[in-house]
């Protein structure tokens, strides 16, 4: 059977912080997203040729990777408003 464990709420936390250490933490939503569409578009592309003896070169991969990459950023781009990073 589990024991239920009480956690404190983020302002007990937050106060048991000196206030110095509280900051606000920015994050560039845009890059965060490109950085994982790109990974996978490698993953994915690099799965795609795995059990295949044409294997294709280094250059082809990276044109593939990034027009995998710059589709689907733009896609996004259209129905995901990620802010202008320079605003802070």
């Known amino acids: 059977m589990r024991r239920k464990v009480k956690l404190p709420v983020v302002s007990e936390v937050a106060s048991a912080f000196p206030r110095t ?3 606000t933490l920015r994050v560039n939503l845009y890059e965060i997203v490109s950085r994982a569409v790109e990974e996978g578009a490698f993953h994915g ?3 795609t040729w795995k059990h295949r003896s044409d294997e294709p ?3 082809v991969l990276a ?3 990034e027009y995998v990459r710059d589709e689907v950023m733009a896609a996004l ?3 995901v408003e990620f802010g202008d ?3 802070a």
């Open 21 to 23: 250490v509280r900051q």
């Open 45 to 47: 592309l690099r799965r």
């Open 57 to 59: 070169s280094e250059e």
């Open 63 to 65: 044109d593939a990777q």
């Open 85 to 87: 990073p320079e605003a």
């Open 77 to 79: 781009c259209e129905v």
